[in-house]
């Protein structure tokens, strides 16, 4: 009886818009509303074993759930890559919120530990070592960091994809910078021979404990960040940079404290 009572509650919860002839709710499933006043009624009668198969057949699976945060998911980056960063942070932790239980919530989590960096200054470029070339820092104009290990195939397609912005943007005051931890026995060698294979030309350094890593809030690779006047202007994964995006960057006012700056 309880487990009835407890599961119709739920269920008047997902479709009450529905009966006050508003949108229904988006984990209100097809032919809901008629079923759920048919349960009412067995409850009323006393029998709530068929109440119960009833509101089993019309409660959200745990596909719906994971459908209807995707969505919300979607649209929480595509809010985010709009450049509206706060209204992005409300939806995401509106998909952690509401669908705790989902791959849509964890994924969501991610993106909000790498955007809290985002407008706070940025964690002084410091490496082990340089593996190829060096970069400078501070620099004067802006800087593309990216997260990536030889081994990761997404990294091996969207790092040397770099270069192509590294020479557009290099008299506009771009400096790119890879970043390295040289995970999973990877050597020296096999960066340089990497880097040499894919026409990657930019400075690579080796950051052995993640320590840079982590002060970025990178999450997974390949993960990359601008930026700008000792700022952290942008984070996100390489993939979704673009020509325009970094003009925009580069061409923006510089703040006071750039003055600074050599």
Known sequence: ???????????????????????????????????????????????????????????????????????????????????????????????????????????????????????????????????????????????????????CPHCQREVPALQRYADAFVLDGLQVVGITRMSRGVTEADVIGFAGASGVGFALGYDADGDLSEAYGVQGIPSAAIVRDGVVVWRGHPQLLDADRLQRVLAAPRTPSADALP
């Open 1 to 151: 009886m309880v487990r009835a009572i407890a599961a119709m509650a739920v269920g008047w919860a997902l479709v009450g818009s529905a009966v006050a002839s508003e949108p229904v709710h988006p984990l209100a499933r097809p032919g809901v509303e008629g079923r759920l006043r048919k349960a009412a009624a067995l409850v009323h009668k006393g029998d709530y074993t068929g109440a119960d198969a009833l509101l089993r057949s019309v409660m959200p699976t745990a596909e719906d759930r994971e459908r209807v945060a995707l969505d919300a998911l979607r649209t929480a980056v595509d809010t985010l890559d709009a450049g509206d960063l706060d209204a992005a942070r409300h939806a995401l932790m509106d998909v952690v919120q509401q669908y705790p239980d989902t791959q849509a919530s964890q994924y969501a989590q991610s993106v909000l530990a790498e955007q809290a960096v985002v407008g706070q200054p940025a964690p002084p470029l410091t490496v082990d070592h340089w593996i190829q070339g060096e970069a400078s820092w501070p620099w004067p104009g802006a800087t593309l960091l990216v997260f990536f290990e030889v081994w």
